[in-house]
């Protein structure tokens, strides 16, 4: 059975930190890209960041650029998200997905809000 598990979602203030974990079990994740997404309220689900099935390649969303780091370790199955300097408008769900050969899994989010 397929999982993707987040956490490490809270609450945070302006410039605070945050490191998401998006914990895989079910398939064999060293061979799937991961990509984080967020969904704000009322708006559409958008694509952060994404990491090769090796690490060796990432991509960011410019919004989070210099930001977010998306890293992952294959012998624990997990991805994760570093996010700095966070902003009010970084508050959203955020999913982790793992891609291949057009199959693709989703986890079932972790809530991140940035307030003062």
């Known amino acids: 059975q397929v999982q993707l598990v987040e956490s490490g979602g809270d609450w945070v203030q302006p410039g605070g930190s945050l490191r998401l974990s998006c914990a895989a079990s079910?398939?064999?994740?060293?061979?799937?890209?991961m990509s984080w997404h967020r969904q704000a309220p009322g708006k559409e689900r958008e694509l952060v960041a994404s990491i090769s099935s090796t690490g060796g390649d990432t991509n960011y969303a410019d919004s989070v650029k210099g930001r977010f780091t998306i890293s992952r370790d294959n012998a624990k199955n997990t991805v994760y998200l570093q996010m700095n300097s966070l902003k009010p408008e970084d508050t959203a769900v955020y999913y982790c997905?793992?891609?291949?050969?057009?199959?693709?899994?989703w986890g079932q989010g972790t809530q991140v809000s940035v307030s003062s």
């Open positions: 997905k793992a891609i291949r050969l057009g199959r693709y899994y």
């Open positions: 079910g398939f064999t994740f060293s061979t799937y890209a």
